[in-house]
């Protein structure tokens, strides 16, 4: 059975014991921004009910054009302000860098990207540099931002930053 | 308290039930590509372990540049194969379309927007829209792809299209 047959099959479960509809503006008004790291369920994690908050996750949570137009998108049509970062220890971004990433790419494929992998080292900085993007944008109509690191090993969120 | 400030509150008690580390590839080797919306957590919702799948979000869980730049760190550096695209009926996007979301955001804060929001009016055309733009893509190593519409009025996840 495909992955994707196994989660149709769960979600049965999951509907028959569905506590019902509710809005689609997020009731805290706060949108978090992950990695898409499998290691990290976010709504335990945070202690987030169903409702609560937007999701946003790409490889390394770092923030690009797309992290952007989801947030102007969560702001401006959904009503939400606070924006929290969440990066983590042992990330495959920092496995690699940028140009070892596109030849491996090309080795497999034949094709180089054009964008970079978004590889980094220092995970703190990296919060920062998010951070630093997220106010360089002219777009959202709040810069209430808080960044954080997850630790895989112990399960454990740290501040990095807050500010807004 | 900030938003951020009960998240980490909350954390303390995830952090005091942690189970152990996992390891940074995802034990079913399959990726989900999914909205951002409020009303979608993932885990149970879909059935997934923690250390199971990669998880990817924006809003409307299209596929963007972004997308594919996650979706092939998941492929060539940490082993996943199958995607699975997770979208919603009452989403945000099909609230607005591309040219309405700019002025709306134009009008807010004096900077139009050079990217689209990605509106869309048919939930499942939008997804096979999303499989098209996958299946362009030169640099995933897999196409094996389940598009799926969950209902947030019911709890229920819907196949639309499966290939690969």
Not at 110 to 136: K, M, N, Y
Request: proline fraction near 5%; aromatic fraction near 6%.
């Amino acid at each position: 059975m495909a992955e994707y047959e196994q989660m149709l099959t769960a979600n049965e479960e999951w509907a028959r014991n569905f506590a019902g509809e509710l809005p689609v503006r997020p009731r805290r008004a706060v949108a978090v921004v992950a990695c898409m790291d499998s290691r990290m369920p976010l709504f335990p994690l945070l202690g987030l009910a169903v409702g609560d908050a937007h999701v946003i996750r790409n490889a390394g949570g770092v923030v690009t054009e797309d992290t952007i137009r989801s947030l102007t998108i969560s702001q401006h049509l959904l009503g939400t302000r606070e924006i929290v970062l969440v990066h983590h220890t042992d990330c495959g971004l920092q496995k690699t860098d940028d140009t070892a990433f596109a030849d491996l790419v090309e080795q497999a494929t034949g094709h180089r990207p054009p964008w970079p992998a978004q590889a980094f080292t220092d995970v703190d900085e990296d919060v920062r540099e998010s951070i630093r993007r997220l106010r360089a944008s002219p777009y959202l109509l709040s810069r209430e931002i808080c960044g954080t690191v997850y630790d895989v090993a112990t399960g454990r969120l740290r501040e990095v930053a807050a500010e807004g």
